[in-house]
């Protein structure tokens, strides 16, 4: 081979192996509502509020119609997606006196607990949290020095800083007086504003979160976007005020969903479709109690608070056009737990392997090539153990009304539900099957015995 023919033949190999090397990491997208229901958003069937963008989402991606988060308040939830653990074992799960981090809170998420941006940076991830945090609010805590470059958003939720000017019960109003509340809004470690203005804070998350893709769209990034809303107290912006037939909780709602198309157009503008994942959900159900201001569970059982169906089954919809089958139901038990291995897988990054992860990798079932890696589903009020779902079937060990002033209830036999015949759990049929209840407490049995709770962080 002469000279010549040789530097040709090395130059055609580097061509031929350049896409093997080049080959871009995937951009990933996790947009959490804040108390949004199951039965909140047109493509689960909501009749008179109109969620466009997120219909489209379904449409051109995967709608899970069994789709859990780990928690049904909002510190517990958010701790488990983060880390791809049950919160009861980081201590984040909440205690009888506190279900979430409140205002005058000294805890937070354990410095010793891997955070998905985290594990993402190994890999050169850019990353940012923008919106509601509620992870601690202490500045160890913060998203800045959790894994996140950049943060934009609330420490906590709306609710947690009233002004002395407020009325009883004032959060879950219709019309709201934004004198009553003085939230801070925070950029990075400090303080941007306080009070901040509610009404045009989607707006804002929005603008920071397309400013974000727009200055990081060579990638690789992982934006985090917790909104604030739903959550009382509710306020809409002038674009959107009146605008829904299903009134404030409606216009919120609407609002979010055009923050969706805002953020898919960003991607769309920036040739990034094709290689950015988007997955959608709620950090726990509809706080009922609120009336009007709270939101709707659709066909199931109770809301936020509570171990039903309504409190822990959420809207969940993935997106990512090339990738995942458009059009695509899917009915397979999957949680926001699994969206840390899963994320992780596609990046190269290590899961963590000194700790028992409870997330499992969901590409078999979002790519429809493999089986569903999660047959079963625990379900905690607080750090107790109330219910556990294994395969179609559901066992109430404990039931608790969402926010309700009656005590919780221990039942032996457990309740068991068919939930693949009755979503709405009306329908005990426990009697009729007790090999299943038997099968469900070996699995409860398994799951205790690993079981090593973490210090309690409230």
């Not at 996790?30 to 466009?52: E, R």
Request: glycine letters at 10%.
């Amino acid at each position: 081979m002469t000279a010549k023919f040789h530097s040709i033949f090395l130059a055609m190999l580097c061509v031929l192996t350049l896409p093997l090397h080049a080959a871009k990491s995937p951009n990933f997208i996790i947009i959490l509502a804040d108390d949004l229901g199951y039965g909140d958003l047109g493509c689960y069937g909501h009749p008179t509020i109109k969620t466009p963008n997120l219909d489209r989402m379904a449409a051109e991606g995967m709608r899970f119609t069994d789709f859990y988060v780990a928690a049904c308040v909002c510190t517990p939830s958010r701790a488990a997606l983060m880390t791809g653990r049950l919160p009861i074992r980081s201590g984040m799960a909440g205690s009888h006196q506190h279900h979430v981090l409140m205002a005058n809170s000294t805890g937070g998420l354990p410095e010793n607990e891997i955070t998905i941006a985290q594990a993402l940076k190994t890999k050169g991830y850019a990353t940012a949290c923008i919106g509601k945090w509620h992870l601690g609010h202490e500045p160890q805590y913060l998203p800045t020095h959790r894994g996140f470059d950049y943060f934009y958003g609330l420490r906590y939720s709306n609710d947690m800083e009233p002004t002395a000017k407020i009325p009883r019960d004032a959060s879950g109003r219709e019309v709201q007086d934004p004198e009553w509340w003085n939230p801070t809004l925070l950029q990075n470690d400090k303080i941007l504003e306080q009070p901040t203005d509610l009404s045009t804070l989607t707006e804002r998350y929005t603008k920071e979160a397309v400013k974000f893709i727009e200055q990081n769209k060579k990638g690789p990034f992982f934006l985090y976007f917790p909104h604030t809303f739903p959550h009382v107290p509710l306020f809409a912006n002038k674009k959107f005020q009146g605008k829904s037939l299903r009134g404030v909780y409606g216009d919120v709602v609407e609002e979010i969903d055009w923050s969706v198309g805002q953020i898919l157009e960003a991607l769309k503008k920036n040739h990034l479709t094709e290689n950015t994942f988007v997955f959608f959900t709620s950090d726990n159900g509809p706080w009922l109690v609120k009336n009007q201001t709270g939101g709707s569970a659709g066909p199931l059982r109770d809301g936020k608070g509570s171990t039903w169906e309504g409190g822990m089954r959420e809207p969940g919809i993935a997106w990512w056009p090339g990738k995942i089958k458009p059009g695509t139901v899917n009915h397979n038990i999957a949680c926001s737990m699994d969206l840390f291995p899963t994320l992780c897988g596609w990046a190269g990054a290590s899961i963590p392997t000194d700790r028992i992860m409870d997330g499992v990798d969901m590409s078999g079932l979002l790519f429809d090539t493999g089986p569903d890696l999660r047959q079963t589903m625990i379900y905690y009020y607080g750090s107790d153990f109330f219910a556990f779902r294994q395969g179609d079937y559901k066992a109430h060990f404990v039931t608790h009304t969402g926010y309700g002033k009656d005590p919780a209830v221990p039942h032996d036999p457990p309740l068991l539900f068919n939930l693949e015949k009755d979503p709405g759990e009306r329908f005990n049929v426990a009697a009729e099957h007790p090999d299943i209840i038997a099968n469900i407490r070996k699995e409860v049995e398994k799951y205790q015995a690993n079981l090593v709770p973490g210090k309690p962080e409230y």
